[in-house]
């Protein structure tokens, strides 16, 4: 079992930055791929970013790609999301996801895949 809790969402403006992290727990940190997804109201919950355990290798959406960033740091058991250059699209509810304990992620972008999720936190971004 892995415990995600994430942290760091609120309100921003067009154009801020903004970071949330994800404080994973329960289970080897370095055995689970990690991912963002978010979920507007009224919409289906949709990839973000990703990265594997091994070699840390990004998948981002083309809408975030060059604005997101995600890493991660196994020492800390945490994954973060930097969010630059925030448009009113990336307002939504942030989750954090981890894969099967030591067995990758293939189609990362399928909410389906991932087997761990956090509760959740809101960002908001005003135009």
């Known amino acids: 079992q892995v415990q995600l809790v994430e942290s760091g969402g609120g309100l921003a403006q067009f154009g801020d930055s903004m970071s949330l992290s994800c404080a994973a727990s329960g289970s080897t940190f370095i055995s689970h791929d990690m991912g963002w997804f978010r979920q507007a109201p009224g919409k289906e919950r949709e990839f973000v970013a990703a990265?594997?355990?091994?070699?840390?290798?990004?998948y981002y959406r083309d809408s975030v790609k060059g604005r997101f960033t995600i890493s991660r740091d196994n020492a800390k058991n945490t994954v973060d999301l930097q969010m630059n250059s925030l448009k009113p699209e990336d307002t939504a509810v942030y989750y954090c996801?981890?894969?099967?304990?030591?067995?990758?992620?293939?189609?990362?972008?399928?909410?389906?895949?991932?087997?761990?999720w956090g509760q959740g936190t809101q960002v908001t971004v005003s135009s």
């Open positions: 990265i594997t355990n091994i070699g840390g290798v990004t």
């Open positions: 996801a981890a894969g099967p304990y030591s067995r990758a992620v293939i189609k990362y972008d399928k909410a389906s895949q991932w087997e761990y």
